[in-house]
Structure formats: C-alpha cells, structure tokens
C-alpha cells in the first residue's frame, strides 16, 4: 500500500467525520506526508553515507552511527503516520458492516428493484450516534495514545530534538573517543521540529474532536432525559386530570336531588 492508497481509505471514512475531522485529515496528509515525502526524505537521504568519523578503524564508523540513530528518522515517522492512521480504518470498517446489513435488508423487502436505493445508499452519510459514536471516539483514543507514545519513543531515541553537529563515540571496535559528525544537522533540526510541531497540532485537533463528541453526546443525553422528563411529568398531569373529573362527576352525581 502507498501514500495514495492510504489516502483514499481515509478520505471515505472522511465524508463521516466532523469538520475537526476533516481538519485533521487535511494536515495529516498536507503538513507530515506530503513535506515527508516532498522534503524531508531528501534531507535525510544522506545521513549514513555523509556520517564522518575522524577514525579509519574498520566497524567503528557503523557502530557509532548505529549507536546514535538506532532507526532513521524517516522509518519513524512513516511507522508513527501508518499507526496513526489505522484507528481510521476502524470507522470505515464499520461504516461498510452497516451498509451491507441496510443492503440485505434493501434486498429483501424490495427485491429487484432495490438497485436504486442502494446507489443512494453507496453515498449516503452516516451520522456519528450509538454504536458508531463508540467506534469513533475509540479510534480518536487510539491515534492520541499512538501520537503521544512515538512523540516519547523519538525524544527518548535520540535524545530530544536537536540535531547535533558532533557526537563523540567510545563504542568497540572504536580505538578510543572519537568525533562524528552529522550532515545537514541545522536543515535536519528545522524539520524535525516541523514535524513534532505538525504531530501536536494533530493530537490538539484530536483532543478537540473527542471533546466535541463527548460534549455533544452529554448534551443529547440530558435533552433525552428532560423530555421524558417533560412527557412523564404531562401522562401524569393528564391521568390526575382524569381522575379529578371523574370524582367530580361522582361528586355532582351524589349532590344531585333524588325525585
């Protein structure tokens, strides 16, 4: 599966989503996949050939490179927005459960001619309540704990942020410390806070939409409750009315002079 593949998956579970929603599609896939693909992997197309040390000892250039970037940051972050994008495809999962159970119910009570209403069914829009409104914000939990635990893996791999000019290296089979220098470290440097910076305004628009949600669930639970509330409160208002007409046609019945 490429870039595009991915996009298209995405981009039906999309015609589903909030406008947060869509939101964050859009800077997933404009601000991260595309300046990664576009950009970033031209910059770090070179680090392991353009790792210097100031040694010619055999395997101590490699152990040291090894040493410092134990996963190129490139494989990083395409394994951070593949896991990122994967809770997605739960909705869209579910969105096609719920479309061929409405297409057997379709065939079953139209037949042949059903062909039409499955068309419109094809483009129809699912709104996020019940069962879905669970799956939804299931995924949104997923892409936040996927983006909060590769944030900590790369700041705790490499050390921060900041891209160094020189790492110093006392590994075997290094004779002793030795300087290594890194290509591009302040390029390699604005990028990487470009893309921290990108992947927090994915988790801020995550944690917005998944509030919205809960929100506005809360809300329609209490409108619910009120209105029972209300229609409860009126059945009885309306029994007790009864009631007070019957006794007082007994009442008046009673009172009435016998001939």
């Known amino acids: ?29 404009i601000f991260r996949i595309m300046i990664l693909i576009v950009a970033v992997e ?17 395997g101590c250039k490699n152990v040291c490179y090894d040493h410092y970037f134990p996963i190129s940051h490139i494989r990083l ?3 951070q927005l593949i896991f990122v994008s994967t809770p997605a495809l739960l909705v869209a999962m579910h969105v096609a459960h719920s479309i061929r159970e409405e297409k057997k119910d379709l065939i079953r009570t139209m037949g042949d001619k059903a062909d039409v209403d499955i068309e419109m069914l094809k483009k129809k829009k699912f709104h996020i309540v019940g069962p879905l409104w669970w799956t939804y914000t299931v995924s949104l939990f997923f892409r936040l704990l996927f983006e909060a635990a590769f944030m900590y893996a790369f700041y705790y791999l490499y050390n921060g ?18 300087d290594c220098f890194i290509s591009r470290p302040t390029e390699k440097t604005v990028f990487t806070i470009f893309m921290i910076a990108a992947s927090s305004l994915c988790m801020v628009l995550n944690v917005a939409e998944l509030s919205y949600l809960i929100v506005k669930a809360l809300l329609g639970c209490c409108r619910k ?4 509330s209300s229609h409860v409160s009126k059945s009885k208002e309306r029994h007790q009315n ?17 001939k």
Not at 10 to 19: E, I, Q, R
Not at 42 to 58: A, H, I, M, R, Y
Not at 242 to 258: F, M, V, Y
């Open 242 to 258: 009864k009631r007070n007409e019957i006794l007082l046609l007994e009442s008046s019945k009673a009172s009435a002079p016998q």
């Open 77 to 79: 972050w395409s394994l």
């Open 42 to 58: 031209s910059v770090w197309g070179d680090e392991q050939s353009d790792f210097t040390c100031n040694t010619l000892q055999p």
């Open 161 to 178: 942020f900041h891209m160094p000019r020189l790492v110093k290296c006392d590994a075997w089979p290094c004779p002793n410390t030795v």
């Open 225 to 228: 409750q009120r209105y029972h």
């Open 1 to 29: 599966m490429n870039w595009a593949q991915l996009y298209s998956l995405l981009g039906g579970v999309n015609k589903h989503s909030t406008s947060l929603g869509k939101v964050w599609l859009s800077v997933l896939f």
